[in-house]
T-cell receptor
Framework: LAKTTQPISMDSYEGQEVNITCSHNNIATNDYITWYQQFPSQGPRFIIQGYKTKVTNEVASLFIPADRKSSTLSLPRVSLSDTAVYYCRTGGSYIPTFGRGTSLIVHP | EAGVAQSPRYKIIEKRQSVAFWCNPISGHATLYWYQQILGQGPKLLIQFQNNGVVDDSQLPKDRFSAERLKGVDSTLKIQPAKLEDSAVYLC??????????????????FGQGTRLTVV
């Protein structure tokens, strides 16, 4: 199983940029990296996906170095509503694997 | 677009009883996943269907868990008999794997709200 490693928790303040890094040392050649957000009592929700270099959408950016062994989710100017658990997931040889996630708490 | 529907939202049963969860994926999504999420942990894949065939069930405790996906649409996950350690949220997700992608999981998965199971 492909394994991902993330920090367990992070704290930030409203208006700051938050960067969450995920390690996936044994990512397979065909695997993409996908990030999900999960609020309490809800299922995970897709944020962004990438294969290499940089991807940006309306809510986040994803940075992937050339070796693809890690990725960084960047959330610009976070607000209180961004308090959630963030998971990175790799395709993982037919078993899409979630790590333990990073619990982000945004303070006023 | 309607999302992934799951029922029930909550279920409390005694150990050794049986329970079933139902999932209706997004229309047209060929891939369906069942995940188990224990409090404080990430979702763990139990079984993955592609249409009505099983792609992977290597992490499904087959002595007590079973799942089916009749006609490649709805799916049910059953636990019989339940144990205390089965207390968790059971999440169903679906995705539309794009043609040409080799590895599953490379396409955005849409999750339902889950069923919270408490075994007492």
């Amino acid at each position: 199983l492909a394994k991902t490693t993330q920090p367990i928790s992070m704290d930030s303040y409203e208006g700051q940029e938050v960067n969450i890094t995920c390690s996936h040392n044994n990512i397979a050649t065909n695997d993409y990296i996908t990030w999900y957000q999960q609020f309490p009592s809800q299922g995970p929700r897709f944020i962004i996906q990438g294969y290499k270099t940089k991807v940006t959408n309306e809510v986040a950016s994803l940075f992937i170095p050339a070796d693809r062994k890690s990725s960084t989710l960047s959330l610009p100017r976070v607000s209180l509503s961004d308090t959630a658990v963030y998971y990175c997931r790799t395709g993982g040889s037919y078993i899409p694997t979630f790590g333990r996630g990073t619990s982000l708490i945004v303070h006023p | 677009e309607a999302g992934v529907a799951q029922s029930p939202r909550y279920k409390i049963i005694e150990k050794r009883q049986s329970v079933a969860f139902w999932c209706n994926p997004i229309s047209g999504h060929a891939t369906l996943y069942w995940y188990q999420q224990i409090l404080g942990q990430g979702p763990k894949l139990l079984i993955q269907f592609q249409n009505n065939g099983v792609v992977d069930d290597s992490q499904l405790p087959k002595d007590r868990f079973s799942a089916e996906r009749l006609k490649g649409v709805d799916s049910t996950l059953k636990i019989q008999p339940a144990k205390l350690e089965d207390s968790a949220v059971y999440l169903c997700a679906s995705s539309q794997e794009k043609q040409g992608r080799i590895a599953f999981g490379n396409t955005e998965a849409f999750f339902g709200q889950g069923t919270r199971l408490t075994v007492v």
